[in-house]
């Protein structure tokens, strides 16, 4: 599965990208920010994207996820969110954001491996 992290913290994004390698996923791809983001889904397209609602560079998460769901050549990617915030407040504004779910951080090692492969509950609107 090719999988694109996206997560301003690069302790974070590191970490969570080493832990979809060491669950046999070999092409694993991070970014810091919404614009390299783009720029490398526009190079590779993922199979799946997670990313940080808190980004920092001026496109948080879910202004992210609504311009990927308005380019028609990222339509089949899959997105999940990844914030902090658990309250329901989050997870409705991931799901309306275009993600398919929201992981609350700590991210542990089972909830991403089973989110990746089976997704998270709550689909989008």
């Known amino acids: 599965m090719r999988i694109l992290v996206v997560d301003d913290n690069p302790d974070v994004a590191n970490s969570l990208a080493e832990l979809l390698r ?73 799901l309306a954001a275009g993600f398919e779910g929201l992981l609350v951080k700590p991210v542990g090692y089972a909830m991403l491996t089973d989110a990746v492969r089976h997704g998270v509950s709550g689909q989008r609107p």
């Open 22 to 94: 060491i669950d046999g996923n070999d092409e694993v791809r991070v970014e810091f920010n919404a614009a390299a983001a783009i720029a490398s889904m526009r190079e590779s397209l993922p199979d799946l994207v997670l990313c940080d609602l808190q980004l920092a560079d001026g496109m948080d998460g879910t202004a992210f996820a609504r311009y990927c769901r308005r380019d028609p050549q990222f339509s089949g990617i899959r997105m999940l969110a990844i914030s902090g915030h658990s309250g329901e407040d989050d997870r409705q504004a991931a």
